[in-house]
């Protein structure tokens, strides 16, 4: 609750764009307010060369001490709820197989279409949208790192639709087609939505997690 | 009686008549009238019936991204936004939710939905977009369910 309410105030303080992303340029965190122009976030071209810190100091200029500090205080209230793990239930938009689904923990999502998963297996949704709970959420832009946040989910079931009936019928043209058709559903749990307290956290190298040297 | 030849000007339609009216009726069990008992009035029902079904599924899609457009809608005039500015705010930072997932948010997380909002309209102000006016309350003859507490 504490967060949200700080977040409006501050919001509703300043004139400017109040939105950026931490160190993890992808992320942007409700509430957090460095101000930095927001078009640099989204051009790709030069982030992959330049190292981000460097990034954010270009932008720097444009943030004032009082929003720059207020931003801080927002991320480090976060990064203490989810490190005492009072963050409570969390939900994800998670993106699979073209489609989003809002989803959080002991849901089952059904994933239509030839899917290579079997029963049994345990997968990482990777393409993480949106995260959020009671007092934070962390939006993606357009998706979340998935050092800082997981989930992660089942294969339980492997079935087919129901029949549908395609039947075309052209009127005094004697054309009449039926077909029938079912289409291959996989049924997923989602075991758990977990955030690490690392918002904002500045590593000296990205993505090397899970990497195997 | 044994008949030793065939009888005269009797048409032997085939042996399963019977089932092949019985899977039409069996669809048209819920109709109204003759129409769920009679098999020529039966047949014709069906078969708009099927005809309906096969064209309503991609209907459906177009009525649900409507149904989603409008409470999306919905939630951005609660705080006072217009949807194209919504959308055009998001799409600019890159954040690339869809329709379906905004209606959620609109109706099951309000908080979520309203911080979105805001990242929207800040982007568009500091843009400079035409017509974006300041965040705020519903209109006047709105009630929201947060005014309930």
């Not at chain 1, 509430?31 to 122009?37: D, L, V, W």
């Not at chain 1, 297996?121 to 998935?146: A, N």
């Not at chain 2, 069990?29 to 064209?55: Q, W």
Request: aromatic fraction near 8%.
């Amino acid at each position: 609750m504490f967060v949200v309410n700080k977040f409006t105030a501050l919001l509703a303080s300043l004139n400017k764009f109040a939105l950026s992303g931490c160190i993890n340029k992808y992320v942007l965190l409700c509430g957090h307010t460095e101000a930095r122009p927001l078009w640099r976030s989204t051009t790709v071209s030069h982030l992959h060369s330049l190292p981000v810190t460097q990034n954010m100091i270009l932008a720097s200029s444009e943030t004032t001490e009082e929003e720059e500090k207020q931003s801080n205080e927002l991320i480090s209230k976060v990064n203490k709820q989810l490190q005492q793990q009072r963050e409570g239930r969390l939900f994800a938009v998670v993106h699979v197989c073209g489609k989003q689904f809002k989803v959080t923990t002991e849901d089952i999502i059904i994933i239509e279409g030839n899917w290579a998963p079997q029963i049994g297996d345990k997968l990482k949704l990777e393409k993480v949208l949106l995260v959020g709970g009671s007092d934070f959420s962390l939006i993606g832009r357009p998706i979340l790192s998935s050092e800082l946040v997981s989930v992660h989910a089942t294969v339980i079931e492997k079935a087919l639709s129901h029949i549908k009936t395609i039947f075309r019928k052209k009127k005094r043209q004697q054309y009449q087609r039926i077909n029938f058709k079912r289409t291959p559903h996989t049924m997923l749990r989602i075991n758990s939505i977990q955030v690490k307290p690392e918002v904002n956290v500045k590593k000296a190298v990205e993505g090397l997690e899970g990497r195997i040297f | 009686m044994v008949f030793t030849s065939l009888a005269l000007f009797v048409r032997n339609k085939g042996p399963d008549e019977f089932w092949k009216k019985r899977r039409i009726l069996k669809l048209s069990a819920h109709f109204y009238g003759r129409s769920r008992n009679c098999y020529s009035l039966a047949i014709r029902a069906v078969h708009r019936a099927l005809v309906f079904a096969t064209k309503g599924r991609k209907l459906k899609k177009e009525d649900m991204a409507a149904l989603w457009e409008t409470r999306i809608t919905a939630g951005c005039e609660e705080h006072n936004m217009t949807y194209p500015l919504f959308r055009e705010g998001l799409t600019r930072c890159n954040i690339l939710l869809n329709r379906k997932t905004l209606a959620d948010l609109a109706i099951w997380e309000p908080r979520t939905f309203k911080s979105l909002v805001k990242v929207a309209h800040a982007r568009v102000s500091q843009d400079g977009l035409a017509g974006v006016t300041e965040l705020g309350d519903p209109p006047s003859e709105v009630i929201t369910r947060g005014m309930f507490k």
